[in-house]
């Protein structure tokens, strides 16, 4: 059974940096060229895609946040990490991981997802 | 950056089709992929590869992309369709993921 379950402060000071965790199971990051995404969604709005990071390394980040994101895995611990500097106001949401497998029948859609995990930002 | 556009909200009755479009340039030459949210929950996929549907997603679901429009089509609406849907697509070109606005559905 695959599952993906983010972790990380539900509060964050501004200026501060975020760094988040989805741990994952059920699937080897070697069973096929899987990647994982880190998404958010703002309280009421949309989802919004921040970085990849593919079984062989690469690494994909949304252009207008590329300076302040960092995303890199941990094969030996089974988890994705997200760091996300300089956080202010605009970065509070939910923040979810979800996987794809670029040889499954699925392709570039996102097959699983985590539950999220809401992020607050407040001095 | 690419940019997708969906309505921001569609309705329709129970038993009746609610269609839901997602707008680009060219996209019918691009791969889209829906996703349903619903309240409180992660996103679950609906739609790939343009008109796929995973197991365990009903047929009254369906996909279509050409030109510059994709529609996800639901067929015999059901209370349990109200939610809120997403289409998106990885932009080769500028190697992001790009998500569409989300269509929230209500049911009448």
């Known amino acids: 059974q695959v599952t993906l379950r983010e972790s990380g402060p539900a509060l964050v000071r501004p200026t501060q940096t975020l760094t988040l965790t989805c741990s994952f199971s059920?699937?080897?990051?070697?069973?096929?060229?899987?990647?994982f995404s880190w998404i958010r969604q703002p309280p009421g709005k949309g989802l919004e895609w921040l970085a990849r990071?593919?079984?062989?390394?690469?690494?994909f980040y949304n252009s207008s946040l590329r300076a302040r994101l960092t995303i890199s895995k941990d094969t030996s611990t089974d988890q994705v990490l997200l760091t996300l500097t300089n956080v202010g106001p605009e970065d509070a949401a939910t923040y979810f991981c979800?996987?794809?497998?670029?040889?499954?029948?699925?392709?570039?859609?996102?097959?699983?997802w985590g539950p999220g995990t809401l992020v607050t930002v407040s001095s | 950056s690419y940019v997708l556009t969906q309505p921001p909200s569609v309705s329709a009755a129970p038993g009746e089709t609610a269609k839901i479009t997602c707008g680009g340039t060219?996209?019918?030459?691009?791969?889209v992929h829906w996703s349903q949210q619903r309240p409180g929950q992660a996103p679950l996929l609906l739609i790939y590869?343009?008109?796929g549907r995973p197991s365990g997603i009903p047929e009254r679901f369906s996909g279509s992309n050409s030109g510059s429009t994709a529609t996800l089509t639901i067929s015999r609406v059901e209370a349990g369709d109200e939610a809120d849907y997403y289409c998106?697509?990885?932009?080769?070109?500028?190697?992001?993921?790009?998500f569409g606005t989300g269509t929230k559905v209500t049911v009448l």
């Open positions: 060219d996209l019918g030459s691009k791969v």
């Open positions: 590869y343009d008109s």
């Open positions: 990071i593919d079984w062989d390394d690469d690494e």
């Open positions: 979800a996987r794809h497998n670029r040889a499954g029948d699925y392709g570039e859609a996102f097959d699983y």
């Open positions: 059920g699937f080897s990051l070697s069973g096929g060229e899987v990647c």
């Open positions: 998106h697509l990885w932009d080769s070109d500028s190697g992001q993921f790009v």
